[in-house]
């Protein structure tokens, strides 16, 4: 996966998580939310390199 690509994730999936309506569906909530952990994991360790 390229850096553009994983950063643009982020982003969406940062969007998503702000959206006050997030929590109206708790199971989408804590997909998004565990989603977007793994994503940032993963940009951290790539640009840590």
């Known amino acids: 996966m390229d850096l553009a690509s ?9 969007e998503a998580a ?10 989408k909530a804590q997909r998004v939310t565990s989603q977007l952990s793994h ?7 790539v640009v840590g390199l």
């Open 6 to 14: 994983l950063r643009a994730q982020v982003a969406e999936l940062e």
């Open 18 to 27: 702000a959206r006050p309506d997030l929590w109206d569906d708790q199971e």
């Open 39 to 45: 994503k940032q994991g993963e940009l951290r360790r």
